[in-house]
Each structure stands twice: as C-alpha cells, then as structure tokens.
C-alpha cells in the first residue's frame, strides 16, 4: 500500500480548485465572452415610467421606446423615472451613459419681459472597461425622480419647456449606439 505525504494531500484539493478557478467564466446566462470581433453595436431603449395624478385618482404606465429620437408629454404634477437599458449578446457592454439638459420660459402674468431658464440633468455613467474575459449582456441606468415640476415665478406661464436625454451605449469592440428622449413638460 502506497503512502502519500502530508504535502501531497494538500496539493491534490488546491490544484483542483486551481483547475475550477481557471474554468470560463461566461457560463452564466446573464453573461457573455467577449469575442476577438463584433461587427453590431448594442442595441438601447429608453423605459419610461409615469405616475400622474387625475380627478379620479393616480394613473401610472410603463412605456418602452427604441426610436433614434422619442418625444413624450409630462405634466408638472407628473412623477416621471428614466431608464436607458443597453444589451449586446455578442461582446457585452462595456460602457453606457446618459445625460442631457432643460430649458423653458417664463412669461410674466399681463406680459413683460420673459425670463428664460436653463441647466444640466446629471450624468449617469457604468463603465465596465475593467472586464477583459467576459461582460454583461445587460445594464439598466437609472434617472429616478426627473424633475418636470418646472415652475415660474409670481404665477407666470410655463412656454416651451422640454428636457433633453441623451442615451449611449457601447460594447467591448467599439461599437456604439445612442438614443435621444424629448421630455415636453406642460402645466
């Protein structure tokens, strides 16, 4: 009967977790290897979800758009979350973004000089560069909470209001996609 040393024993267990730990990562669902080349970029759409208030009670909706440039209606009572979702089942993304700005008027009760008001929505980044094997098929950013409670001062009339998002994706070969979302805001 063949002996085997303490050294042996314990080396047996770590080399086959060794051979485990160097086994593909990309075996989950969820995930993909990344490939040598992807000819496609990823594909985007925004997610739209809105709460409005009406005489007989909340209304809420989810709406999904591909288009290269959406436009929606809000209200300024509306509660309104923007998602970008950015997939590639090929090669994973590797980058997706989303930011924008605003801008409206406001025009004083029995006339005068209008005052126009604008800014910046925030950036919303996930960079996943770091991964090398293997990526994500897909990731959702979150706008939650976007502000279309624009308002004017001393009650004036709310003109021309929309907010402005611009959505990006890319995918670990270089292939990029973007999306525009239109928010119109009314009173």
Do not use: H
Request: with cysteine; net charge neutral.
């Amino acid at each position: 009967m063949k002996r085997y040393t303490l050294p042996v024993l314990i080396g047996l267990p770590f080399c086959a977790l060794l051979f485990q730990a160097c086994q593909t990562c990309c075996t989950d669902p969820l995930i993909v290897k990344i490939p040598n080349n992807d000819a496609t970029p990823p594909s985007l759409r925004w997610e739209v979800a809105m709460l409005s208030q009406t005489p007989s009670g909340p209304i809420s909706s989810m709406n999904m758009y591909t288009e290269a440039v959406t436009n929606i209606s809000v209200k300024t009572t509306d509660k309104v979350d923007v998602y970008l979702v950015a997939r590639d089942d090929e090669s994973g993304i590797k980058k997706a973004s989303m930011k924008g700005g605003f801008g409206y008027t406001c025009i004083p009760p029995g006339g005068g000089t209008a005052i126009a008001v604008d800014g910046f929505v925030p950036e919303r980044v996930m960079d996943f560069s770091m991964l090398t094997t293997c990526g994500l098929k897909e990731w959702k950013i979150a706008l939650e909470a976007l502000n279309v409670s624009l308002s004017c001062p001393n009650n004036g009339a709310l003109s021309g209001a929309m907010i402005g998002i611009t959505g990006n994706g890319e995918n670990f070969k270089g292939g990029t996609s973007s999306l525009t979302l239109n928010v119109n805001v009314t009173q």
